[in-house]
């Protein structure tokens, strides 16, 4: 059983439009959340990470946790067509350099224009 | 900055023959490098995580004896796929990372097996 669930699997939002991806983990143990983005046929590429609860921004990048439910979600606005891409959520149990970050399936996101 | 190299970047081996992949980490020491297959279905799988000073820890489903790894330095890591089947197809992975800093990925290493 996944233990990082995201959804929607797959995305299409127009350019300019705001993008909203989901991310739950079902391991009550985890503390720290990561987004990561993969162009496609290109490496994971961490976007943004989240320890605390609540919001963190950057740019038109926007990180939610909500620690009580494990769920997290990455919202983009003013997408852009280099935004399409795979996005990966992963969770961890610490954020020391033995933490084993569990990834999900991602979000395949398609903006287009 | 913080870059991964891993190589070689595409390979095609027979069914039941054996390949190595290799992982440098370059401009920070890799306390801890993590392999990963992410499989033709997206499936992203932790395949074990080597942490220096540590011994390998392999996830399940994955064993020393099918993956067996080397790390021997701060900069570098090896991993070999044992008796490769058409299940073992997909792109391999390495993530580096220093302390609790970002974990960076290379670009992978794509098996294909005939």
């Known amino acids: 059983q996944q233990k990082v669930q995201q959804s929607p699997e797959s995305l299409i939002v127009p350019e300019g439009g705001m993008a909203s991806l989901n991310c739950t983990s079902s391991d009550r143990n985890v503390d720290y959340f990561w987004w990561y983005r993969q162009h496609s046929g290109k490496s994971p590429k961490m976007l943004m990470?989240?320890?605390?609860?609540g919001e963190k921004e950057e740019g038109r990048f926007t990180v939610h946790l909500n620690k009580a439910s494990l769920h997290t979600s990455l919202h983009i606005r003013d997408s852009q067509p280099s935004d399409s891409a795979l996005y990966l959520c992963?969770?961890?149990?610490?954020?020391?350099?033995?933490?084993?970050?569990?990834f999900g399936k991602g979000t395949k996101l398609s903006v287009k224009s | 900055g913080a870059l991964v190299y891993q190589y070689p970047r595409r390979t095609i081996c027979k069914s039941g023959t054996s390949m190595r992949m290799e992982c440098q980490a370059v401009g920070f020491q890799a306390t801890s490098v993590a392999w990963y297959r992410q499989s033709p279905q997206k499936t992203f799988e932790l395949i074990a995580l080597s942490t220096v000073n540590s011994a390998i820890k392999y996830e399940q489903n994955f064993t020393q004896e099918k993956f067996p790894i080397s790390h021997p330095n701060l900069s570098f890591s090896s991993m070999t796929v044992l008796n490769a089947y058409l299940e073992d197809r997909g792109l391999y992975l390495c993530?580096?990372?220093?302390?609790?800093?970002?974990?960076?990925f290379g670009a992978g290493t794509r098996l294909s097996v005939l």
């Open positions: 992963a969770a961890s149990r610490s954020g020391g350099s033995n933490a084993k970050l569990t």
């Open positions: 990470s989240i320890f605390s609860n």
């Open positions: 993530g580096a990372r220093a302390g609790q800093n970002t974990l960076y």
